[in-house]
Every structure is written in C-alpha cells, then in structure tokens.
C-alpha cells in the first residue's frame, strides 16, 4: 500500500519562529495537498499544488504560508513566522488525477 | 461555495448493528469522499464516488447525485469500527476537497 510520510508528527515552537513541514507524497502522483484541522474543527483546505506550481490556495494561506518541492520528492510547507492561531494538525495529501486521495499521518503542531 | 453537512454528528451502537452515516452538500460535485479519522489523528480514505453505489467489506457507500445526498452504511459494526468519518467533496474545475465537519462513531462491545 503506497504512503504518504510527514515529518515531524509533532513540534512545539515559539510564536514568531519559523517552522517547516516535510512531506514525501507518493512517487508518481501529481497533484500536493495541504490540509490543516484546529482541534475540535473540521479539516480545511490550505493550498494545492500541480505541475511545480501552487494551482489554488485558500484565504488561510497569506504571505506567512509558503510552498515548496525543493528536489522532487518532498513538498514542504513552511510557516514564516508563527502564530497561536497556527496551532493545529497539518495533513500533506497527495493524488493522481481524478483518483483517490492519500493522506499522510499528519504533523501536529504546537505554538507556544 | 460548497456547504457539506453531515449527521448525525455523535453516533453510539451496540456491536452488531447495522450504521448509516448521512451527507449532504449544496452544489453539484464531481466526486464525494469518505474518509475515516482514527483517534491517532491520521486520515485514510474509504471511497470515492461519482455515482451509484461502491462496497468494500462491511462498508457500502451510496450517492444520490439528484438530491445532493450520500450514504456510508456499515453492516455487522465492530469496535474497530470506532472512529470519525468524514464526508468530503471535490468540486468541478479543481481537485481540492472541501470537508463536513465529521461523524464521530462509537461501537460499543
């Protein structure tokens, strides 16, 4: 069964710093996902990404969100400088085009 | 906007009994989803839809594309079974999902 892999599954870090999450979608799909749930809310869409370029992004995703397939495999996203709102499981997604999607573990994250 | 909602939002069953988990949502899609959430927090998906009627095991997922409306039935429940599920859909033009707000399922031995 293919997977998709997320790194760390949990970090803690100040309000202000930086943080980068790590993905390895799946080796032959197209299209990168990030998906975000506050705890207790429902799963929302942050940011989608195809053909090396982000194709859609949500109003949650602002210029402190960024994107990145830095060398083929892995999809990162990083958030520039935190907030406590930030706080909430960030899921990577990964499919092929009109066919199921897989979702990773999730990386939990923690601003203090 | 696509609005999904789901119900019930808290389900408790005795083992054995037959689930249905309800969605429906506001404007014509081109695929629904259900998902399962276990406790650890990680997302699988279960089904993909645009039509008719898909089973795989214990689970039978139906759509009603004319009435915005989609059915995840689970047949003889197990404990196992304990999760969240999750109704999600794409939209026509892209491949996000847009997600209900989930169905937290507890099956009790």
């Known amino acids: 069964e293919p997977e998709v892999t997320q790194t760390p599954s949990h970090q803690v870090t100040q309000m202000g710093q930086e943080v980068i999450l790590r993905c390895v979608p799946i080796?032959?799909?197209?299209?990168f996902y990030w998906y975000r749930q506050i705890l207790g809310q429902k799963v929302e869409f942050l940011v989608s990404?195809?053909?090396?370029?982000?194709?859609?992004k949500s109003e949650i995703f602002d210029d402190q969100f960024s994107v990145e397939r830095p060398d083929g495999s892995n999809f990162t996203l990083k958030i520039r400088s935190t907030k406590l709102e930030d706080s909430a499981m960030y899921f990577c997604?990964?499919?092929?085009?009109?066919?199921?999607?897989?979702f990773g573990e999730g990386s939990w994250l923690t601003v203090v | 906007k696509n609005e999904v909602e789901q119900s019930p939002q808290n389900l408790t069953a005795q083992e054995g009994e037959f689930i249905t988990i309800n969605c429906s949502y506001s404007?014509?899609?081109?695929?629904l989803h259900w998902l399962q959430q276990h406790p650890g927090g990680g997302i699988v998906s279960l089904f993909m839809?645009?039509?008719g009627k898909k089973k795989h095991g214990r689970l039978i997922a139906t759509i009603n594309i004319q009435e915005k409306h989609s059915s995840l039935h689970i047949t003889a429940s197990h404990p196992r079974d304990s999760a969240v599920y999750i109704c999600?859909?794409?939209?026509?033009?892209?491949?996000?999902?847009?997600f209900g707000t989930g169905t937290r399922l507890t099956i009790i031995p």
């Open positions: 999600a859909v794409t939209n026509f033009g892209n491949e996000k999902l847009t």
């Open positions: 404007v014509g899609i081109s695929a």
């Open positions: 997604a990964s499919s092929d085009e009109g066919n199921t999607i897989y």
């Open positions: 990404f195809y053909n090396n370029e982000i194709s859609e």
């Open positions: 080796s032959n799909h197209l299209y």
């Open positions: 839809l645009s039509s």
